[in-house]
């Protein structure tokens, strides 16, 4: 039981900024932001033609494509000009991020439920409990650091940081596409650069806010280590007429 703890210790430690991160994608990534998006003042329009309304039909059905359980369909989407919305490539790549944001959701679902699995095995055991805590404190430390750095390089090198993303889970030029493609048009640099932004600052702001619930519940759940500890029994002075304590084990 002590080497798993250990384990998932350090696990939940190394996966707290995925953690972090993916909650607030999960909460970010929906129709509402892409409304959002769309209908703030100095968004890009698109050049192409498509108008507010189709940007926002085609958006949001692309959205739930991704995010949904459900298994829907973007092959059936037609354009303005009742042609296919999408090329192959465009339709390939959509499958993939599908693929990589509900392999994404699931591994957080497994993540959480592993804490929780900690949470109920420690909670009864002061010393395993306080264990728990100050791995908590210190993923939520380590994702403020992460976050910090991630947001300075999407301010100064966002198309590096882009790429690299991209890089990292999508085929060598599976993602690259014209500017007329359907998908860039919906979807271009600049609602990129806002959803990294918001995405960074609200992971960021939850990173703190926990790492200050932790810090403050470790304290309260801090005990003396094992070597250190006295017995309530251990000292007992009483009386005695020439004012010596007697001591009894």
Known sequence: MKFFLTLSNKLIIAASPFIFLMAVVVSVFTPAFIWIEYQRPGFPPDEFGFSTEERLRYGIHSVNYVTSLRNLSLAELTGPDSEPLYRESELSHMADVRTVFQSARWALAGLIALTVVQFALTWRRPAAFRDLLYALR?????????????????????????????????????????????????FPKQLWVDAFIVAGVAALALAVLFYFLFRAFAKRAAIPPVSGKTSLNAVRSSSRPDGAASFKR
């Open 138 to 186: 210190t993923g939520a430390l380590a994702s403020i650091v992460v976050y910090s750095l991630l947001m300075i390089l999407s301010l100064t090198i966002f198309d590096q940081v882009f790429y690299s993303f991209h890089q990292l889970f999508f085929a060598e030029g599976s993602w690259l596409f014209y500017t007329s493609d359907a998908l860039i048009r919906l």
